[in-house]
């Protein structure tokens, strides 16, 4: 049986992830701090909290990586790091082509040394 986790949070640190979970604007946010008052104010395992206790499954060591991230880096170690996630099938910044002088669409380009 893996070993529970002890959880010993501030005052300050209770009251900061109460407000997260009743009035973050991202719903994400919300979750993982009700997980994290769920581990430490009820004494749940991560494996109770991924499981039974949050409104979807989670895996019991993304629950436990929520917890460490927060105790390492507090609230804003919460929120998804810039360039994560699902990067964009097409970036039309990053396809540009490369336009073709006037006329010449279509048109196989001739070495200068054939041309007349």
Known sequence: MPKRLDITLSTEQRAELREARDHHPKAYVREKAAAILKMAEERLSALEVAQHRLLSRRDDNTVRS??????????????????????PAFSPSAH?????????????PQPRALRP
């Open 96 to 108: 540009r082509r490369k336009r073709r002088p006037r006329g010449t669409r279509g048109a196989v």
């Open 66 to 87: 929520w917890l460490r991230r927060y105790l390492r880096g507090g609230l804003a170690s919460l929120l998804v790091q810039q360039g994560r996630g699902r990067k």
